[in-house]
């Protein structure tokens, strides 16, 4: 008989969990509702602080000490005030800061810049790195003044607040006439209410550096705009007011090259018109590349807002341009080229400027060189009519002209015709013609030394002066016209 077969068994041992892990589940539940409960909290102060912002700006007094210090410290040597700050919703329904009367000196406590109201936004890049930086910010209602020195370099200024405003009440730019405004001195602001220069350049290019190096608030800046602003331009004898009721810029900076870009719309006494710009900076060679286009742009409008460019004052006709100009980083200008495209309009010379004659169209091709300071007008052309004149020449700046310094102007023919009208229907063609003789905008002054035209076997020549240009114009001209054929003198008429 056989031994029973024994199945061994496995006793299942039951082990109680130590305290701590029994605690465990009980922690996590009650740290979970206390996360739910403070983001339930949050998002309900959120949304009431968000309500509250949509029924008006919000009061943040507090605020305004911080602000100033780090605005300050991202401004890299430039003391910040402002009287008072305020959270609202901007028009993307965005959360802006609009802060009140903002005054920026210099390290030496001069006012630079001033405006009664300003508008900017939190970068949100900084932000993660525990920094306070705007990454866009709106001037409202400003009042610049942009001074052009007597070297060629274009500074900024912001202007007091309690400066005069009788200009204000014109609608368009008119010009305005004052004193020569004299240099900073001190921390005083000047006597004509304007406050300390900027040199526009300069501060762009260093401003572009220190973004490339991703130091202070410009490396996270991307935005800067104006709103309803006011222009004071002033070239040391003149000043002129632009309204601008729009101005944008956006900032692109890289580690090797820094990209500004700008639009602005500008109102005149011969209509609207609008500007673009754009800026590249190259580390590398230490230039300032702008390009800049404008249109619809009628050059009277630039002679009654700007009288040293009275001579512009007969050029009633919108115009498109282009140019692309190298500047140092100094805000030197080393060399350029500027293209013009008329549209039709009017043109009146000066002597004769109760008959202005109609124009179609033209086009004009400038460079410039400004080691010699002198202007090539590359082939252009003029069209009115059937009539076609294609010109070249150039305009050189003559330090030792006989009644002051002035711009010595060249002009030659580069062929053409004119459009005989009816009931004559051959093209008169021109043999050749020319101009040359004295441009001074600072005295609006014109000098037509000698004028010629050949065609059709007869010769007209002309000479002549102009004064007064901007204020109280004489003119003179005097004539003398060859024996033609009468066919040619038709065509002339």
Do not use: C
Not at 131 to 143: G, K, N, W, Y
């Amino acid at each position: 008989m056989g031994q029973p077969t024994i199945r061994p068994t496995t006793r299942t041992t039951t082990r109680r969990p130590p305290a701590a892990a029994r605690r465990r589940p009980g922690s996590l539940l009650l740290l979970g509702k206390a996360v739910v409960f403070t983001t339930a909290l949050l998002l309900l102060a959120g949304g009431l602080f968000y309500a509250r912002l949509l029924h008006g700006p919000v009061p943040l007094a507090f605020l305004v000490d911080p602000l100033q210090r780090a605005i300050a410290e991202e401004l890299a040597g430039f003391a910040v005030e402002i009287d008072n700050v305020a959270a609202r919703l901007n028009d993307r329904h965005q959360l802006e800061f609009e802060l009140s009367n903002v005054r920026i000196a210099d390290s030496n406590n001069a006012p630079l810049a001033l405006a009664p109201s300003a508008t900017f936004s939190i970068s949100h890049r900084a932000l993660l790195k525990g920094r306070i930086a705007p990454e866009s910010v709106d001037l409202i209602s400003p009042r610049l003044l942009l001074y052009l020195g007597d070297d060629g370099k274009l500074s900024l200024q912001f202007s007091a607040l309690a400066e005069p405003a009788e200009a204000d009440r014109h609608r368009g730019a008119a010009p305005e006439g004052g004193a020569k405004s004299a240099p900073l001195a001190g921390v005083q602001a000047s006597s004509d209410g304007s406050l300390g220069r900027i040199d526009l350049v300069k501060m762009l290019s260093d401003a572009s550096a220190r973004a490339r190096r991703r130091q202070y608030a410009t490396a996270y800046l991307r935005e800067v705009g104006l709103r309803s602003a006011t222009v004071i331009v002033d070239n040391g004898g003149r000043k002129s007011i632009w309204r601008v009721p729009e101005l944008d810029v956006d900032l692109d900076h890289r580690r090797s090259r820094s990209s500004i870009a700008g639009r602005a719309k500008i109102e005149s006494l011969a209509g609207p018109w609008t500007l673009n710009f754009r800026t590249f900076e190259a580390e590398r060679t230490g230039t300032l590349q702008l390009a800049i286009s404008v249109q619809n742009l009628v050059p009277r409008g630039l002679a009654r807002t700007m009288p040293h460019m009275a001579a512009l004052e007969g050029f009633d006709l919108p115009v498109w341009g282009e140019a692309h100009l190298d500047l140092s980083s100094d805000g030197d200008i080393l060399g350029g080229r500027i293209g013009i495209d008329a549209a039709p309009g009017t043109v009146a010379l000066p002597w004769l400027a109760e008959t202005p004659f109609a124009i179609d169209g033209g086009h004009l091709e400038i460079s410039y060189q400004s080691g010699a300071r002198r202007f090539e007008i590359a082939p252009s052309v003029l069209v009115w009519g059937d009539s076609r004149v294609q010109f070249a020449g150039n305009v050189v700046h003559d330090a030792q002209a006989p009644e002051g310094p002035a711009w010595a102007f060249d002009l030659k023919s580069k062929g053409g015709w004119i459009g005989a009208e009816l009931p004559a229907h051959d093209r008169l063609a021109i043999d050749d013609w020319g101009a040359h003789g004295f441009l001074a905008p600072e005295r609006g002054s014109v000098v037509l030394n000698q004028f010629w035209l050949r065609a059709g076997g007869a010769e007209v020549t002309a000479e002549g002066d102009v004064a007064g240009m901007g204020s109280a114009p004489a003119a003179r001209l005097e004539g003398k016209l060859g024996a033609m054929p009468v066919r040619t003198f038709k065509a002339l008429w």
